[in-house]
């Protein structure tokens, strides 16, 4: 029987062959071999850029949306704005960048808020988060070519609530709103709610 | 200048070809085309089976967790257990064979928790997130092959505090988290938390 609590083996990473290279990722097949059981397995990686989302809090608490149709899902999707990050952009760079190119929003400040990996299981890029505030719009828009969106705002409790309620169903930007709840708990516990000191 | 308050377009699926099958998933080619431009391209769609990940609570209130090697990021993974769901399978049934085959857990009583798409810019599918109460280790283990598990329990809160470590950053096990909080929260206010009523 096999043992549940022993920790489980590194395996050695042989080497890897493209099997498909797209706009958007390469597929590999990559070679491992498990270090005890002497046996080598192949096994498919999802090989992106990272990417980046942005939650944009305008100064009336308001949050920056995004409605796009989505080939993946052949479906409309409610989003925050988000995209690939260039080779070696920092995480908060990429995702004001993002931020201005798809909504025309720029923004006063702008912290990481952390990170995920999409996919550990057969992906290899992460997900990071930015909170931009103070977000207006200043800008004109620079969609790549098939963009069509929709830029919209939400006040952010209505955002929680459309979440919640299964409208906003990308996996990604509920994982950004996760991030975003307790800095919003502590904003909306302020004295008053509509001026930051 | 485009406009950002028009409604995007949705576009018309004309055909997709298969460009690679793998063991997990498979990689379409789509054909669009736009309704008021009439301009065709093709998109890139990952298409897999839905699936399915577990919040499993044990009647001490601890949350059965899984260690795993993962090859997507050539690196360890702290989870809740999951797997693939079975063609036309419901969720709720997949979720309690996924955590019996891989952790040997069965419970009491089992609940949908939500949904969400992984990625809906270029992933076709859904993974749906159960919530299984009175989890308790009573069946063998019955892993895939290459599969090589460390099955452990941690109290619910120290399953947070994971989280928002980021020692726990599967975007979908996230997920699962984020809709089980306001369940924990209900639960947590039980007047005796060890005795559910």
Redo the contacts between chains.
């Keep these: ?2 043992s ?8 050695e ?1 042989l080497g890897c062959v493209s ?2 290279k ?4 390469e ?1 590999l097949g ?1 070679r ?1 071999r ?1 270090p005890g059981r002497e046996t080598e ?1 192949d ?4 090989h992106a850029p990272d990417w980046v989302n942005v939650v944009a809090r305008t100064p009336d608490d308001r949050l920056v949306l995004v ?11 409610l ?1 925050i704005p988000g995209g690939v990050m260039e080779p070696g952009e920092d995480p908060v760079a990429a995702g004001l960048r993002e931020l201005r190119e798809e ?2 929003y720029a923004g006063t400040s702008a912290v990481l808020l ?11 890029n992460r ?1 990071h988060f930015v909170l931009v505030d103070g977000a207006v719009r200043s800008h ?2 620079e ?1 790549d070519a ?1 963009e ?5 705002t939400e006040p952010v409790a209505r955002v929680f609530e459309l979440a919640h309620a ?1 409208k906003i ?4 930007v ?2 950004a709103l ?1 991030l975003f709840a307790p800095k919003w708990r502590e904003l909306a516990a302020r004295p008053d709610p509509g001026r930051p000191v």
Aim: hydrophobic share 40%; aromatic share 14%.
């Design positions: 029987m096999n549940s609590t022993r920790e489980p083996a590194r395996w990473k099997r498909l797209t706009r958007v990722f597929v990559v491992y498990h397995r096994f498919v990686v999802v409605r796009q149709f989505r080939y993946g899902i052949d479906e409309f999707s989003e909504t025309g952390g990170a995920v990996h999409p996919n550990p299981a057969i992906q290899s997900c004109e828009l969609w098939d069509e969106i929709r830029v919209l299964g169903f990308h996996g990604l509920l994982n996760m």
